[in-house]
T-cell receptor, first 109, second 111 residues
């Protein structure tokens, strides 16, 4: 049930873009994206529901391809504050969430 | 904004001792969860709880673990006889509808 995230790690220069992918072998009900800074709790970024919607806030957006059971998180014009580990959480019909292994994003000046 | 509150923030215990991690979910939420995260690793599902009973549990959640909602507000995770490998960050979460809210976690260190 656990989703597969890729890549495992990304290193960017400030201002560059990144895409983080999350895929599932089972039919998804929703996908949640979280960012976690070292030693802190995961912070909710956004949720995408069935229907293939795309969401975004400023320079961070995400899409959900229901047919492919995939979601992608897009970070554009990255800032130093974007550094952290990004987790996707996938929710199935029973509504319990499972997390991917995480993508460690490092943004350098 | 409503929060999920976890106490203590850090617990150190000796191997073999029992620990109880406490959580106060958001008051109108109906579904409750425990997750754990070993340092540097992913967040792992432990257990979900609804209507005063366990809905689902992972293979990690063996006989040493138990959960309780003793008084309608607290949601506790008990580890009966802690092992070194139980050292981790434990996150409580609660949900109504689609939105999960996580607590800030309890760091459990077993020595």
């Amino acid at each position: 049930q656990q989703p597969v995230q890729s890549p495992q790690a990304v290193i960017l220069r400030e201002g560059e873009d990144a895409v983080i992918n999350c895929s599932s072998s089972k039919a998804l009900y929703s996908v949640h994206w979280y960012r976690q800074k070292h030693g802190e709790a995961p912070v909710f970024l956004m949720i995408l529901l069935k229907g293939g919607e795309q969401k975004g806030h400023e320079k961070i957006s995400a899409s959900f391809n229901e047919k492919k059971q995939q979601s992608s998180l897009y970070l554009t014009a990255s800032q130093l504050s974007y550094s952290g580990t990004y987790f996707c959480g996938t929710v199935y019909q029973n509504n319990d969430m499972r997390f991917g292994a995480g993508t460690r994003l490092t943004v350098k000046p | 904004e409503p929060e999920v509150t976890q106490t203590p923030s850090h617990q150190v215990t000796q191997m073999g001792q029992e620990v109880i991690l406490r959580c106060v979910p958001i008051s109108n939420h109906l579904y409750f969860y425990w997750y754990r995260q070993i340092l540097g690793q992913k967040v792992e599902f432990l257990v979900s709880f609804y209507n005063n009973e366990i809905s689902e549990k992972s293979e990690i959640f063996d006989d040493q673990f138990s959960v309780e909602r003793p008084d309608g507000s607290n949601f506790t995770l008990k580890i009966r006889s802690t092992k070194l490998e139980d050292s981790a960050m434990y996150f409580c979460a609660s949900r109504t509808g689609n939105g999960y809210t996580f607590g800030s976690g309890t760091r459990l260190t077993v020595v």
